[in-house]
T-cell receptor, first 113, second 112 residues
């Protein structure tokens, strides 16, 4: 079952603007991960943030995690046309051998030149 | 080598055919995954192998049969598929459960 919900479902911005995507989840987590997928391709891991972390940066990406609100946000600064893709959050909640990621529905980002 | 490879890239098969999808990683990862993804949807987990043993089967129909011959290889055997099985099939691996997953480029499957 999908526990992650992302908003917005679709986002269209101009090159140079910032893009913010949000992810909410339902149960307590070990970590939350963000992935990018270009059209029809495999997913690429962007950032993993653990439940005891509040913020992480990687280049132009900034991820925040609020475990009290069960939500996370992904900020892409100074967007480029090459950032056009679908972005998914995924949560790791289980323990032991049954660990798996629960995926959000995704945000489709279009960055217009 | 930080790559997960998948073959073939594209596959067209009839409902009576038998085919196999292959996945390979040489990162020493202990967990490997098969996902199915429809257009504009998130990936749906099908199977998880942990230390070469099947640890999760998400109630996948028996026309999909996974196999893990060794720690680097993962196969998905397909038989008597239905048109609704047409999708992008993604393989992934991770050092352990719950950790960052590394995805292959996928196999685009069309069932006629």
């Amino acid at each position: 079952s999908q526990q992650g919900e992302e908003d917005p479902q679709a986002l269209s911005i101009q090159e140079g603007e910032n893009a913010t995507m949000n992810c909410s989840y339902k149960t307590s987590i070990n970590n939350l991960q963000w992935y990018r997928q270009n059209s029809g391709r495999g997913l690429v891991h962007l950032i993993l943030i653990r439940s005891n972390e509040r913020e992480k940066h990687s280049g132009r990406l900034r991820v925040t995690l609020d475990t009290s609100k069960k939500s996370s946000s992904l900020l892409i600064t100074a967007s480029r046309a090459a950032d056009t893709a679908s972005y998914f959050c995924a949560t790791d909640s289980n323990a032991g051998n049954n660990r798996k990621l629960i995926w959000g529905l995704g945000t489709s980002l279009a960055v217009n030149p | 080598d930080t790559e997960v490879t998948q073959t073939p890239k594209h596959l067209v098969m009839g409902m009576t055919n038998k085919k196999s999808l292959k996945c390979e990683q040489h990162m020493g990862h202990r967990a490997m995954y098969w996902y199915k993804q429809k257009a504009k949807k998130p990936p749906e987990l099908m199977f998880v192998y942990s230390y070469e043993k099947l640890s999760i089967n998400e109630s996948v129909p028996s026309r999909f049969s996974p196999e893990c011959p060794n720690s680097s290889l993962l196969n998905l055997h397909l038989h008597a598929l239905q048109p609704e099985d047409s999708a992008l099939y993604l393989c992934a691996s991770s050092p352990g459960g719950g950790e960052t997953q590394y995805f292959g480029p996928g196999t685009r499957l069309l069932v006629l």
